[in-house]
């Protein structure tokens, strides 16, 4: 369970919760790849996050789906 952190009305998503990324961004440093949400999540450019208990979740972007193009 995480300890609320954000003082948002409504509130943004726990640290602990499938929408944590939904959270206001607090800090963001663009040139380090990084992003610090108000639930303390840390958000990386390659879409891995950093949970406040040091839980890592690795990079979820979606598939990349190959388009064939067919000559005629």
Avoid: K, Y
């Amino acid at each position: 369970m995480s300890i609320p952190t954000c003082l948002h009305q409504p509130v943004c998503p726990s640290a602990d919760s499938p929408d944590r990324e939904a959270a206001r961004t607090v800090a963001s440093h663009q040139e380090q790849g990084w992003s610090l949400l108000c639930n303390a999540v840390l958000v990386f450019d390659d879409t891995g996050d950093l949970l406040p208990d040091g839980q890592i979740i690795p990079p979820h972007r979606p598939p990349v789906t190959a388009q064939v193009a067919i000559a005629a």
